[in-house]
């Protein structure tokens, strides 16, 4: 239908190639999973893009058919040209939503967005994460319980250095001692952001369901509206000529 | 249909039957104009309740089954009863929908959701006013050109004594030299109040589109999510006792 | 020196009386031990008011001359006269800081500054509570490493029904598997408001040298600043009649 | 005295060399005049520096004796080095205070930070700017009145692309009909930002005694604090191997 919302799902897809253990959880990689999820979701068509397509498969094309753009990049975030990071930057400024997960957070497109080092405290141990609401107001928490459990993720810790976000909607607990804001929504010109921290590779994350419809719902809430463009600088009112 | 936004348009009614020259505006009320035109929105189902109404028209069955109340009034704030401003109050917290109107900054709900003295500079002169939008990617925005202009409107000018908004999304410039935080957004408890302030009664300012588009706009934003409920405290992770 | 910062720190005084455990950690009292800091502190100078004294310790005479007032309460919320409750109120709106302890969430005075429930998660067995530091740039995190442990605390868990604070500067981590807003500054009127978690009656958490050093730096955040009052609603520019 | 606030004004310092009509203004140099003001108030140490001088003035060792870094350019936006834009950058996340004016709202280092286009409006008819404080608690309006005129400026209008200020102080009208969110304050990593929009090279606006009191005022809120540095990722609590 012609108001479906079009999302690109795009994956490094390396980790899925490379190592034995992670090919078994995401044999077709974690792009695939999330995008047949999406796909299930009334009023939303998605399609996938990989950093080994050319261009990385963001031509302009692409993104003039895209609404909402969702990132997943860990090991080859030096890989990812410039001219194409500048590319998402300009759509989303201009409108296009952008979902960054997980280790999302060091990609060349989310530094360049939040201005900040985005570094963070972060630990592989396997451990158990909880999420809880914080804002059990915003669409992106709809239909979500008052907390969910992740029985083995990686560790993020705070501070994590972004701007403060403009709704911070989960907050992470871990079983070695840390929180984490995991959960973060950012107005960003005519663009929204969600940065949601679950997801490492090496554990089935794709596959629970609580975490898909954080991610259906957060797809919702960053399509873009149509919002009035910048207008040119002539007086509204009478001036004297000095 | 039932999955319609189910609003509910409360007017206090009074001004329009007082006086002849607003009367001439709004003949069966603004509540009426503002319902008519929402019933005109697809996805959304619009009816209406006033002062003098028993339990002013906002019975525990109206409200339980309204998703968004918009609410207009001005002269007799002192009025409302108390015990359905609390009511009205538990239903915002637990997730239904507000949209107060103009004068409303001072009705008892708004100050007593605001926990603020909602006071703010004013004067009626009936000058130009124009809202410009400073968030364009938020969905109350959806639509609407870079500002709009009223000719006649009554000045509201800073400091209005609310709390930060969680998103601002309209400035207003008056002719005489103020300015004011004309369309503010507040996540409070499960639910959502929009605060817009256009609307004085005696211009046709609720038959201007772009005003009505603003207002629908905000009813889709407000209606409530289906958020998590409070858990009880029982401990999620073994603790030794102590 | 007259340009110290006068505080008043508030307490119910009530659980340090009733119970011979609790009076053996604070046997004058937790306002005692925390205005004994505070007079420490260069550039701070602390009284202290107790809900038995006359106008429980607030009259107009001693907030007239209170910069920062500090509240704790808990069991006789509710014996907090409405009267003293709207006086303080008026103060703060006006410029008075205000620090809210602990169980203070649930006061009257905080209740009606927040607009919200208050609510939150809790459960008492003395876990371990972990507070975070999430904005290092923040004056109330000056001097305060990046984590600060409470050995034995009562939990509070999200979701605390608050609206969104202006900064939040900690975030707790318990134990039993919960996390929870902990250091919140909220801009009201001319004034300012901090809610600090930690300080449940039974544990020393007074003495704990972070804890208090956390607390001296919101009573400098909270200072008032000497800010405009609200002006008539003149017009700043001509206008033609109408 | 070791702790007076040690500011280094910065400005490109190319309008006043080219332009008569601007020399006779600020006849050495807006960063002159600034300078001279902040020495003039107590607790504040002020050094000047400007574009032409090796490193542009910025070498690490200013950097490193600055507590606080304002910035003024327009013209000369893009000589401004890489690599020192970069040096300014790792400063401001890790403590030192930046206040940007006017025209250095489209500095490469603003960009930066912001992680937006910082487009705005903007009109040269030197009509009557009139600054409205929004936030009367906030320290940066301690002592201001609740406007401020300035009769000649140039006007820049929303939409400002902006991330959602952590603090909004100030928001201009214009005569010609505009707004403006003139005073905006960032949290960045352990930094902090104001950004304040008056001062067109044309006007004698840093002469104004309200302008350079906001100026002094944001010099105060902006000084670095005492902030926690990132720990390692090591476990707080004890985790079974996995």
Request: hydrophobic share 35%; glycine share 8%.
């Amino acid at each position: 239908m012609g108001s479906d919302i079009r999302v690109t799902v795009w994956n490094e897809f390396r980790h899925e190639k490379k190592s034995e253990e992670i090919k078994k959880i995401y044999p077709e990689g974690m792009h695939t999973v999330i995008a047949n999820y999406l796909n299930s979701v009334e009023g939303v068509m998605a399609k996938t893009a990989v950093l080994d397509e050319p261009e990385h498969g963001l031509t302009e094309e692409v993104l003039n058919s895209t609404d909402v753009l969702i990132w997943w990049g860990h090991m080859a975030h030096k890989e990812v040209k410039d001219e194409i990071v500048e590319r998402v930057y300009r759509k989303v400024l201009n409108g296009m939503g952008l979902i960054v997960l997980h280790s999302g957070h060091f990609s060349k497109i989310f530094i360049k967005l939040m201005g900040t080092s985005c570094i963070l405290r972060w630990r592989e141990a396997g451990e158990k994460e909880r999420l809880w609401v914080v804002n059990p107001s915003h669409p992106i928490a709809d239909g979500i319980p008052d907390y969910i459990e992740l029985p083995h993720e990686e560790m993020y810790g705070e501070h994590f250095d972004i701007p403060n976000p403009d709704a911070l909607v989960f907050i992470s607990w871990f079983k070695g001692g840390e929180v984490f804001r995991s959960g973060c929504c950012f107005f960003r010109g005519k663009g929204k952001i969600f940065y949601f921290r679950p997801g490492h590779e090496t554990y089935p994350t794709y596959y629970d369901k609580n975490i898909m419809k954080i991610i259906a719902n957060a797809v919702k809430w960053a399509k873009p509206v149509n919002g009035p463009n910048l207008s040119d600088g002539k007086s509204k009112e009478p001036l004297e000529k000095i």
